[in-house]
């Protein structure tokens, strides 16, 4: 039973563009949630997180905003830069639990 | 530090075979997950130890699934029998103070 869904396998996006990957959760027992970047090859990477209390964080050229009450968080990326190419995870957890999301395979097209 | 350590990276072996994957987790670190990655189900967790002993294994697809960690420097996840569905990229992780998880590199896994 997947409580993580990413819903777009894949996106594409120019170079200089937002890039914008969502996320949807049914466990509302979640209390942290993280976005993970992966390159091929390689192990996920850390990217941004955000605390159930807060409903946006920023870091630099990311955004995660958290929509509690429709389970819902988006990843923003601007601008969008070839190196974002890559697979993003998104992840729910609780206590010590991490539940991951499928992917979602972004290519930024120069 | 060197971050979370696995072996082998890639591992190709025949239907019925033993096969055993190993991770060195950041030293300090006394959490440990073992994650499995397919195209269809993304990052699956299999089995978390903290403080050296199992707590959840719920995620561990069955039997032929076992995992270990007798040392705070070490852990091995086995699959024996080997079968070609358990072909998959096997990611061993450690956690944050502040909850977010290392990964290693993973190491793939194909059964023939």
């Known amino acids: 039973d997947q409580q993580v869904k990413q819903n777009s396998p894949s996106l594409s996006v120019q170079e200089g563009r937002i890039s914008i990957l969502n996320c949807d959760y049914t466990n509302s027992m979640f209390d942290y949630f993280l976005w993970y970047k992966k390159y091929p090859a390689e192990g996920p990477t850390f990217l941004i997180s955000?605390?159930?209390?807060?409903d946006k964080n920023e870091d630099g050229r990311f955004t995660v905003f958290l929509n509690k009450s429709a389970k819902h968080l988006s990843l923003h990326i601007v601008p969008s830069q070839p190196g974002d190419s890559a697979v993003y995870f998104c992840a729910a957890g609780s206590d010590y639990k991490l539940s991951f999301g499928a992917g979602t395979t972004v290519t930024v097209r120069a | 530090d060197a971050g979370v350590i696995q072996s082998p990276r890639h591992e190709v072996t025949e239907m019925g075979q033993e096969v055993t994957l190993r991770c060195k987790p950041i030293s300090g670190h006394n959490s440990l997950f073992w994650y499995r990655q397919t195209m269809m189900r993304g990052l699956e967790l299999l089995i978390y130890f903290n403080n050296n002993v199992p707590i959840d294994d719920s995620g561990m697809p069955e039997d032929r699934f076992s995992a270990k960690m007798p040392n705070a420097s070490f852990s091995t996840l086995k699959i024996q029998p080997s079968e070609p569905r358990d072909s998959a990229v096997y990611f061993c992780?450690?956690?944050?103070?502040?909850?977010?998880?290392?990964f290693g590199e993973g190491s793939r896994l194909t059964v023939l």
């Open positions: 955000i605390s159930s209390i807060k």
């Open positions: 992780a450690t956690p944050a103070s502040t909850g977010e998880l290392f």
